[in-house]
């Protein structure tokens, strides 16, 4: 293995740095709101970057574009560098690629529906177990039938093709309720309604484009605009999920690697977990256990420990715990518990060091050799390198149009599809049936003909009676009489096919 630079995060007793052979078993950085966590995701961001590992984090606050800006002067970084001893201290900018799904502040991220498949869409919007049986059928049909589903207008065709045909298709998928296909149709509404429908189309995100570094060897950093995608946080989870779920069934095996091929900073991760259904969950655990062998590694973002599942929680090697405040029991707890999930230090109390923590200290603890974690460290963390802050609307939409993947996702394509499909096969159903009734236009003539005729000269005279014409009045007065009625019903009911024998 080559010799790869470890990644300094600070300084406590020693320097505290971070081994990138044991990066990909993945971390946590946790803290209360304005303890310091945005500025240690972007000094661990620029670490990897630096060592050539692209980086992909969300930018929840939308403060963490800066990265892409050489930061800047200031008393107080002077300080911290001085304090931590950081010879070779230079203020530099990163290559980054900014994304978004909404295409507002980044190149357009799509996904199209198939791939993002039944299980997360019902996540996405909300579905009972009935309706989730509903979606699989959905999806079923579509393979069946060779339909592709690309987006939302594919889902909302296909569903309700397969409601207007819910009979027909009881023997072979089963009862299909018009009530929750009802249901289904409400749910896509709503979210076609907040704009999540742009996310589902084409061209979908190559995930390799995730996967590239810059002409000095320096991996980019994928920043996604979620400031606006906070706001609908089950497209945001559904999204990494979808994200992390995608490349684990890509990525081939690479083993132990000297440093990962790629990183994701996940921020507010209570998300990916918040009312997710056990088996959502499950698969959550699976994909991070399993994951770090395609040498994938992801770090967690949020509040508290207690915020993120046992088990997933128990993978995280490498932890950075910001201050905690204890005000409830509650509060008391999760600080307890938080304590006992690190390698104790003699030196102090981790329980108590966690309520005293200043703004830009943490709790570490990494993977040292032999992936044995190390003593935990009151750590000052170091200052980036790059601007600490948003970047300027300016700033950013340079970076968008000098970015390597300009005009490659930007304009949407929508080709033929299961909504043009079924649509075509829809039409020809019903054009023989439309010939049945006039339109518009046959009727207004057809109602002139009526009037011209009634305006014609009638002949005088009584005219006489044709043969048919008699018969036909036998038989209407034969109709008000019993053995009338009952021949009258033996005539209709042979025309409507409800005759009994």
Same mark, same amino acid.
């Given at each position: 293995?080559?010799?790869?630079?470890?990644?300094?995060?600070?300084?406590?007793?020693?320097?505290?740095?971070?081994?990138?052979?044991?990066?990909? %078993?993945?971390?946590?950085?946790?803290?209360?709101?304005?303890?310091?966590?945005?500025?240690?995701?972007? &000094?661990?961001?620029?670490?990897?970057?630096?060592?050539?590992?692209?980086?992909?984090?969300?930018?929840?606050?939308?403060?963490?574009?800066?990265? #892409?800006?050489?930061?800047?002067?200031?008393?107080?970084?002077?300080? $911290?560098?001085?304090?931590?001893?950081?010879?070779?201290?230079?203020?530099?900018?990163?290559?980054?690629?900014?994304?978004?799904?909404?295409?507002?502040?980044?190149?357009?991220? $799509?996904?199209?529906?198939?791939?993002?498949?039944?299980?997360?869409?019902?996540?996405?919007?909300?579905?009972?177990?009935?309706?989730?049986?509903?979606?699989?059928?959905?999806?079923?049909?579509?393979?069946?039938?060779?339909?592709?589903?690309?987006?939302?207008?594919?889902?909302?065709? /296909?569903?309700?093709?397969?409601?207007?045909?819910?009979?027909?298709?009881?023997?072979?998928?089963?009862?299909?309720?018009?009530?929750?296909?009802?249901?289904?149709?409400?749910?896509?509404?709503?979210?076609?309604?907040?704009?999540?429908?742009?996310?589902?189309?084409?061209?979908?995100?190559?995930?390799?484009?995730?996967?590239?570094?810059?002409?000095?060897?320096?991996?980019?950093?994928?920043?996604? #605009?979620?400031?606006?995608?906070?706001?609908?946080?089950?497209?945001?989870?559904?999204?990494?999920?979808?994200?992390?779920?995608?490349?684990?069934?890509?990525?081939?095996?690479?083993?132990?690697?000297?440093?990962?091929?790629?990183?994701?900073?996940?921020?507010?991760?209570?998300?990916?977990?918040?009312?997710?259904?056990?088996?959502? &969950?499950?698969?959550?655990?699976?994909?991070?256990?399993?994951?770090?062998?395609?040498?994938?590694?992801?770090?967690?973002?949020?509040?508290?420990?207690?915020?993120?599942?046992?088990?997933?929680?128990?993978?995280?090697?490498?932890?950075?715990?910001?201050?905690?405040?204890?005000?409830?029991?509650?509060?008391?707890?999760?600080?307890?518990? /938080?304590?006992?999930?690190?390698?104790?230090?003699?030196?102090?109390?981790?329980?108590?060091?966690?309520?005293?923590?200043?703004?830009?200290?943490?709790?570490?603890? /990494?993977?040292?050799?032999?992936?044995?974690?190390?003593?935990?460290?009151?750590?000052?963390?170091?200052?980036?390198?790059?601007?600490?802050?948003?970047?300027?609307?300016?700033?950013?939409?340079?970076?968008?149009?000098?970015?390597?993947?300009?005009? %490659?996702?930007?304009?949407?394509?929508? %080709?033929?599809?299961?909504?043009?499909?079924?649509?075509?096969?829809?039409?020809?159903?019903?054009?023989?049936?439309?010939?049945?009734?006039?339109?518009?236009?046959?009727?207004?003539?057809?109602?002139?003909?009526?009037?011209?005729?009634?305006?014609?000269?009638?002949?005088?005279?009584?005219?006489?009676?044709?043969?048919?014409?008699?018969?036909?009045? #036998?038989?209407?007065?034969?109709? +008000?009489?019993?053995?009338?009625?009952?021949?009258?019903?033996?005539?209709?009911?042979?025309?409507? +096919?409800? %005759?009994?024998?």
């Amino acid at each position: 293995m080559a010799d790869v630079k470890n990644i300094l995060i600070g300084k406590g007793d020693s320097l505290v740095t971070l081994q990138p052979k044991y990066a990909n %078993r993945h971390g946590l950085i946790a803290g209360a709101t304005g303890t310091g966590k945005t500025i240690t995701l972007q &000094v661990l961001a620029e670490g990897f970057s630096r060592i050539g590992v692209p980086v992909f984090l969300a930018d929840v606050k939308g403060d963490l574009s800066g990265i #892409s800006q050489q930061g800047t002067e200031h008393p107080k970084v002077t300080e $911290r560098v001085d304090a931590i001893g950081i010879d070779d201290f230079a203020f530099d900018d990163n290559t980054c690629v900014f994304w978004d799904l909404l295409g507002d502040k980044g190149h357009p991220i $799509r996904a199209t529906i198939s791939d993002m498949g039944p299980t997360l869409l019902s996540q996405l919007l909300g579905l009972n177990e009935t309706q989730t049986g509903i979606m699989t059928v959905v999806f079923r049909f579509a393979d069946d039938e060779g339909l592709l589903l690309l987006d939302l207008k594919d889902l909302t065709t /296909t569903l309700k093709f397969i409601g207007d045909n819910a009979k027909q298709f009881k023997s072979e998928y089963g009862n299909i309720s018009s009530a929750s296909v009802g249901a289904i149709q409400r749910r896509l509404l709503e979210l076609e309604e907040s704009g999540a429908d742009e996310f589902f189309g084409e061209p979908q995100l190559d995930l390799w484009d995730l996967m590239r570094v810059d002409s000095n060897g320096r991996g980019n950093i994928n920043i996604l #605009s979620a400031d606006k995608l906070m706001m609908q946080p089950k497209l945001y989870a559904t999204f990494l999920l979808w994200l992390i779920s995608e490349l684990f069934e890509d990525l081939p095996e690479v083993g132990d690697q000297d440093k990962p091929r790629l990183v994701f900073f996940f921020d507010e991760a209570h998300l990916l977990f918040e009312d997710a259904p056990k088996a959502l &969950v499950e698969k959550v655990e699976m994909v991070v256990r399993l994951i770090r062998s395609k040498g994938v590694g992801i770090y967690f973002i949020t509040q508290s420990p207690l915020d993120i599942p046992e088990d997933v929680l128990g993978q995280l090697g490498n932890r950075v715990q910001h201050a905690l405040r204890a005000f409830t029991p509650k509060d008391k707890k999760a600080v307890r518990a /938080t304590a006992q999930t690190m390698r104790e230090n003699p030196a102090f109390d981790s329980e108590e060091a966690i309520m005293q923590l200043g703004v830009g200290e943490a709790l570490v603890s /990494t993977l040292e050799d032999g992936g044995i974690p190390s003593v935990v460290q009151r750590t000052m963390v170091r200052p980036p390198v790059s601007r600490i802050g948003p970047a300027t609307e300016t700033e950013r939409n340079n970076a968008i149009k000098s970015s390597p993947f300009a005009g %490659r996702y930007d304009q949407e394509v929508d %080709r033929e599809s299961a909504h043009e499909k079924l649509k075509s096969r829809v039409e020809k159903i019903e054009a023989p049936k439309l010939t049945q009734f006039p339109t518009a236009a046959q009727q207004a003539e057809k109602q002139h003909s009526q009037a011209s005729a009634a305006r014609a000269p009638k002949p005088r005279g009584r005219q006489r009676q044709t043969v048919t014409e008699a018969l036909a009045k #036998s038989v209407v007065r034969s109709i +008000g009489s019993s053995v009338g009625r009952q021949i009258g019903r033996g005539i209709l009911g042979g025309i409507l +096919g409800t %005759r009994r024998r």
